[in-house]
């Protein structure tokens, strides 16, 4: 028989007296369990967390792209704008705190490129962008020895602009007396204007001063779209030697118009310069845009003629043309229609933009577009802008995607 020692001896007592066990094994077991417990909460927290730095992640790097692509803004500012979209994204997730750890694991790297296979003016950006930070853990989960988790997103964005096709744009703009009353947005600039009004009685008249709301009137809104519409062009062709633009407005008749010239800047002053004044009929200024993009000379096309001689190129034609109203006749929206088939029988692309206009109105500018997809109905200043952003885009096709 084989003689045990003293500490066997110890152990099988200590099994064979079951009185203790339970307590024995639950001391060891549940903090096991517990921790058991905190890791799997702190496992759906880091999936949350990841989801949410990648969200960031992303729309940083769109935003970025999206400002340096269409409002030219430079690098070290859309470094900035990516990086404070990326602390909104992750801020908004309760209870976690960035520090300098975070500043240092964030990269944003953004390189512009000069497309090679176009006329010289198209830009690339990339924006990459890599971040991490340390989410703290439950403290269940640091019974197991571990404080934090770290979670980490990447992301990678592509902008364009490709003016592989030089262009021709002629605006056909509304400055009749409707296109001076308020929108429902208000100046953000100037919120409040001094109103004076009537606050005495019969026998002892009085004028009092108050401050209401400064609403952005429809002519204010048509200003910005048109600045807007022209940024893109603009962005895309800075050197002004794809791009040819040009304007005219109308109110009860055709007012005096610009001629097409190389770039924006001409348009854009001829537009800024409106007033809103007199009745509608947009005949006569729809037929000379067209007029003006079609003109010839020597039997050759003066516009297709302009731009072989600059870029070796034939432009793609456009007219954008707006309306807040009904033109005072129903001759002047059959006029109007006359013109708006002839420039679509010859290949140009026609916008048309119905900002707070009665049906009527929407009627024309609906039959005017080359298609449904270029027509647009506006009912406040900011889809006015929303619309002629859109314009501009496409006209000088500009791209915004993720790539990562």
Request: aromatic residues 6%; contains cysteine; glycine residues 6%.
């Amino acid at each position: 028989m084989v003689k045990r020692s003293k500490f066997l001896q110890s152990c099988s007592a200590l099994i064979s007296d079951r009185g203790g066990n339970f307590a024995l094994m639950a001391a060891l077991i549940i903090p096991v369990l517990f921790a058991g417990g905190g890791v799997a909460m702190d496992m759906a927290n880091m999936m949350m967390a990841k989801n949410q730095l990648q969200d960031a992640a992303d729309t940083a790097a769109l935003a970025a792209s999206s400002a340096l692509i269409n409002e030219g803004m430079s690098i070290p500012n859309a470094k900035k704008l990516a990086n404070d979209f990326l602390i909104a994204g992750i801020s908004a997730q309760e209870g976690v705190v960035l520090d300098e750890a975070f500043s240092k694991n964030t990269k944003i790297n953004i390189v512009e490129q000069l497309a090679t296979n176009t006329v010289g003016n198209s830009k690339t950006y990339t924006v990459d962008i890599s971040s991490s930070y340390n989410l703290p853990l439950n403290p269940l989960t640091r019974l197991l020895g571990k404080q934090t988790a770290t979670i980490s997103a990447a992301s990678k964005s592509l902008s364009s602009s490709e003016t592989k096709n030089a262009l021709s744009m002629f605006l056909v703009l509304d400055r009749s007396g409707s296109m001076a009353e308020d929108t429902a947005t208000i100046n953000k600039d100037n919120p409040k204007k001094v109103e004076s009004y009537s606050c005495g009685t019969k026998n002892n008249p009085k004028t009092c001063k108050r401050d209401v709301d400064n609403f952005i009137t429809k002519i204010e809104a048509l200003k910005t779209a048109t600045e807007n519409l022209t940024t893109y062009l603009k962005t895309a062709d800075p050197t002004g030697s794809l791009v040819r633009t040009g304007a005219v407005s109308y109110n009860a008749s055709m007012q005096k118009q610009t001629d097409l010239t190389w770039g924006t800047d001409s348009a854009v002053a001829y537009v800024k310069a409106l007033s809103a004044t007199g009745g509608t009929d947009s005949g006569d200024a729809f037929a000379t845009a067209y007029g003006k993009l079609m003109l010839k000379k020597n039997n050759v096309l003066v516009e297709d003629d302009a731009h072989f001689v600059k870029n070796k190129q034939a432009p793609t034609k456009y007219i954008v043309f707006m309306t807040d109203g009904d033109n005072n006749y129903t001759s002047a929206d059959t006029e109007t229609k006359k013109w708006c088939d002839k420039a679509k029988a010859d290949n140009i692309q026609v916008f048309t933009v119905a900002f707070m206009a009665p049906t009527r109105g929407q009627t024309l500018l609906n039959s005017c577009a080359t298609t449904s997809a270029h027509y647009f109905k506006a009912e406040n200043a900011e889809q006015l802008n929303e619309a002629f952003k859109y314009i501009g885009e496409k006209a000088s096709a500009m791209t915004v995607r993720l790539t990562q």
